[in-house]
T-cell receptor, first 115, second 113 residues
Framework: NAGVTQTPKFRVLKTGQSMTLLCAQD?????MYWYRQDPGMGLRLIHY???????AKGEVPDGYNVSRLKKQNFLLGLESAAPSQTSVYFC??????????????FGDGTRLSIL | QQQVKQSPQSLIVQKGGISIINCAYE??????FPWYQQFPGKGPALLIA?????SEKKEGRFTISFNKSAKQFSLHIMDSQPGDSATYFC????????????FGKGTKLTVNP
């Protein structure tokens, strides 16, 4: 029972490089989310999806793109990485809008450093 | 605009003591208030949640107190244990509107043996 799996767990990039973070969930959840976590800043929503083929901007979407081609996968792309994007990235999923008894399930994060 | 303000930023308590973390919100449309617990190297996990039609919810040693008029809610950890050492996030959302959770900035709790 994997839940939410994030790939890779660690990555170091150079400024200007591109990469894609993969999130996969096996709970048949409709909703998926990408957050970034920075010291003292809590969790900030980057983009989210309310179903296959849909995406929407969150609080801090600039510099990121996402795709949800399959219900179980949610991809986060950095087209031209910048040092300000050094962070820990978390993916989450939920079966509903975070209603009672329907929490967001988080992966264990991708630690990304951009030099 | 920070919609959920959490304090303190860090907290140190002795084993067996009570840990108290406070949150305040601004948006009166919020109607679901979860707390998430995060251990180092792991993702956050739902700990306990409350809706505004009750003033208190208790699950084991963890209790949420909710004050709708003051727009404040707090997490109390009774008989705190070293295994409770983690970062705690409060959050809020509106069932009838956005799908998004708004998180506080987190409280790092250390429980000394």
């Amino acid at each position: 029972n994997a839940g939410v799996t994030q790939t890779p767990k660690f990555r170091v990039l150079k400024t200007g490089q591109s990469m894609t973070l993969l999130c996969a969930q096996d709970m048949n959840h409709e909703y998926m989310y990408w957050y970034r976590q920075d010291p003292g800043m809590g969790l900030r929503l980057i983009h989210y999806s309310v179903g296959e083929g849909t995406t929407a901007k969150g609080e801090v979407p600039d510099g990121y793109n996402v795709s949800r081609l399959k219900k179980q996968n949610f991809l986060l792309g950095l087209e031209s990485a910048a040092p300000s994007q050094t962070s820990v990235y978390f993916c989450a999923s939920s079966s509903d809008r975070g209603r009672f008894g329907q929490p967001q399930h988080f992966g264990d994060g991708t630690r990304l450093s951009i030099l | 605009q920070q919609q959920v303000k959490q304090s303190p930023q860090s907290l140190i308590v002795q084993k067996g003591g009570i840990s108290i973390i406070n949150c305040a919100y601004e948006n009166t449309a919020f109607d679901y208030f979860p707390w998430y617990q995060q251990f180092p190297g792991k993702g956050p996990a739902l700990l306990i949640a409350i809706r505004p039609d009750v003033s208190e919810k208790k699950e084991g040693r963890f209790t949420i107190s909710f004050n709708k008029s003051a727009k404040q809610f707090s997490l109390h950890i009774m008989d705190s244990q070293p295994g409770d050492s983690a970062t705690y996030f409060c959050a809020a959302t509106s069932q009838g509107g956005s799908e998004k959770l708004v998180f506080g900035k987190g409280t790092k709790l250390t429980v000394n043996p």
